[in-house]
């Protein structure tokens, strides 16, 4: 048995069916299955994990025609740092160096690289305005 596995209601929910789609897709051939000690059917995370994967591969995602996001920064990236799980991408665009946190997976989907054109789009709930102090005026 699998260390990994996951009741079949568990799977089920993740993969957003219900256990009947699950059980038709033993049945099928299209998902394996494993039996605990008990008998109980269980579900190998590795198993979730391909049809999840599956389903974003063929999504036909469609274009995006506009957005509520008013703030965008074309530019360069100038900076990538990945680990394991994630990412900082730095785009310096004109005066501005938008620094943005993702998952190291988004960098990979992206195909992204330093020198590749980028645009930084922020949509913030909260944004800090600061006045500085008076300049002194030296004449």
Sequence with gaps: M??????????AEMLGVTVDT??????????QLERSSGGQRLVPMAEVTRLLAARRRSA????????????????VVTRIEKDGV???????????RVVSLMTAEAVDELGLAVG???????????????????????G
């Design 60 to 75: 036909t995602e469609r274009p995006i025609v506009a957005g509520s996001a008013r703030n965008r920064f074309p530019g």
């Design 22 to 31: 699950i059980r038709r897709w033993e049945h099928d051939g299209r998902l």
């Design 116 to 138: 590749d054109e980028a645009i930084g789009v922020v949509k913030a709930t909260n944004v800090i305005v600061e006045i500085p102090s008076a300049r002194d005026s030296r």
């Design 2 to 11: 699998t260390a990994h596995a996951l009741r079949v209601g568990q799977a």
């Design 86 to 96: 994630a990412a900082v991408v730095e785009i310096v665009a004109g005066p501005h």
